[in-house]
């Protein structure tokens, strides 16, 4: 299993910035895409973004793309977003994940481990 631990979340003013951070360990995580996901309350957690194991391929959701960028340091096992001109809608507890990318894309319900999440919320 890998252990995940998410940080750099807090309150921030419509157009504001933040820079999200995951941490891994456990097993290999450098060799795994890794992704994050936003859950807002009663609603279900969608995909934010993905980054392949090696950093050359990225994903984003359609509501996030030209925002958002997620990258990663895989000599740290961190894997990073950053979020620009938020938006109120941005305002959720955002996840980061460790898997095969094509899990990560199409079966996040197949996602193994979750860290705790790190709250996000953007004011208007």
């Known amino acids: 299993q890998v252990q995940l631990v998410e940080s750099g979340g807090g309150l921030v003013q419509a157009g504001g910035s933040l820079r999200l951070s995951c941490a891994a360990s456990g097993r290999t995580s450098s060799s795994y895409a890794m992704g994050w996901f936003r859950q807002a309350p009663g609603k279900e957690r969608q995909f934010v973004a993905a980054i392949s194991w090696n950093g050359d391929n990225t994903y984003y959701a359609t509501s996030v793309k030209g925002r958002f960028t997620i990258s990663r340091d895989n000599a740290k096992n961190t894997v990073y977003l950053q979020m620009n001109s938020l938006k109120p809608e941005d305002t959720a507890v955002y996840y980061c994940?460790?898997?095969?990318?094509?899990?990560?894309?199409?079966?996040?319900?197949?996602?193994?481990?979750w860290g705790q999440g790190t709250q996000v919320t953007v004011s208007s």
């Open positions: 994940a460790a898997e095969r990318l094509a899990t990560i894309l199409n079966s996040k319900s197949s996602i193994g481990s």
